[in-house]
């Protein structure tokens, strides 16, 4: 069983910049992160891989996310840039048990409880 918790969201203006971390308890193959905003369905953001040598962004955060990780503190990051307020979501990291560079949520078995990311204007 994996352990996932996120933390780092918080509330920021526009153009500001965040950092979401994700500590995850056991050993883990692709890592995500995925974000639901009020009335809308969950959505995937980003992912990378197990050594971190592939990643995937959703068109509307390329260039301005960047994720990453560190094995050694089984940890994965989320940095944001240049936020706007259509980012505003509660944002979920995901683990998975296998590689397959996938953006579908049922490749991801483990789920934390999100954290909150609020862009003002």
């Known amino acids: 069983q994996v352990q996932v918790v996120e933390s780092g969201g918080g509330l920021v203006q526009a153009g500001d910049s965040l950092r979401l971390s994700c500590a995850a308890s056991?050993?883990?193959?692709?890592m995500a992160w995925f974000r639901q905003a009020p009335g809308k369905e969950r959505e995937f953001t980003a992912l990378?891989?197990?050594?971190?040598?592939?990643?995937r962004y959703k068109d509307y955060v390329k260039g301005r996310f960047t994720i990453s990780r560190d094995n050694a503190k089984n940890t994965v990051y989320l940095q944001m840039n240049s936020l706007k307020p259509e980012d505003t979501a509660v944002y979920y990291c995901?683990?998975?048990?296998?590689?397959?560079?996938?953006?579908?949520?049922?490749?991801?078995?483990?789920w934390g409880q999100g954290t909150q990311v609020t862009v003002s204007s």
């Open positions: 990378i891989s197990w050594n971190g040598g592939d990643t």
């Open positions: 056991g050993r883990t193959y692709d």
């Open positions: 995901a683990a998975s048990t296998y590689s397959s560079l996938s953006a579908h949520p049922s490749h991801y078995s483990y």
